[in-house]
């Protein structure tokens, strides 16, 4: 069964991890879109609509809740699903990921396998 091909916003600030979701999302045949902050993430999310966006929480400029809470005040960005990617597992997190409207929380060290199930499962939700 062929995956239609999705492009995919990624804004972390460590090249390693960047590369590492580039190279995890990719294997789907998905066009990855990297970026390094959460301002230049904005810059792109003003001209273009990706399929799905993973966001870090902790980024220079701009954080990936903040981020979140801005997406999901745009009509066009509204229903594009967000992921946020961190390495605290807690309640405040959570509760935080909620409060900015986030989709889902990816949680690092990261299993490839089962991000990519979770990213294509919430963009083919959304097309239904």
């Known amino acids: ?36 902050d959460g301002k230049t993430a904005l810059d792109y999310l003003r001209d273009h609509t990706p399929d799905a966006m993973l966001l870090d929480v902790k980024m220079p400029h701009m954080d ?11 009509k066009r960005l509204r229903n594009t699903p967000v992921l946020l990617l ?19 929380i990816v949680y690092k060290p ?7 199930g979770r990213v294509n499962q919430l963009i083919e939700a959304r097309r239904r």
């Open 86 to 104: 961190t390495g605290f597992d807690d309640d405040q997190t959570r509760d935080h990921a909620k409060l900015v409207g986030a989709d889902d």
């Open 1 to 36: 069964m062929g995956l239609m091909a999705y492009t995919i916003l990624v804004a972390d600030d460590e090249p390693a991890i960047r590369t590492m979701l580039e190279v995890i999302l990719s294997a789907d045949g998905h066009e990855i879109v990297a970026v390094q």
């Open 64 to 74: 990936g809740f903040e981020i979140c809470s801005r997406v999901k005040r745009i």
């Open 110 to 116: 990261l299993s490839g396998k089962n991000l990519r």
